[in-house]
């Protein structure tokens, strides 16, 4: 299944890509960014926070932003 992914991290981007039926946020997380820690960004779907277990569906839209952006005081 296809969903949206927009990635605010450097100069962002946004692609639909495919993931597997009943894939969770946080594992999409952790597929999609493998190096960082969820806790340090503001994930959304469908510009609506929710909890890591959410399950995603087809043509979800996924936000991640960082919550302080380097260089910020």
Do not use: C, S, W
Not at 10 to 29: C, K, L, P, Y
Request: hydrophobic share 40%.
């Amino acid at each position: 299944m296809k969903v949206l992914f927009i990635n605010n991290l450097g100069g962002g981007f946004a692609d639909f890509v495919n993931i597997n039926e009943g894939t969770t946020v946080e594992q999409f997380f952790h597929d999609k960014m493998p190096d960082e820690k969820a806790a340090d960004y503001l994930i959304r779907v469908n510009r609506q926070p929710v909890p890591k277990d959410y399950v995603l569906r087809e043509e979800d839209r996924i936000t991640v932003t960082p919550v302080k952006i380097d260089g910020a005081v």
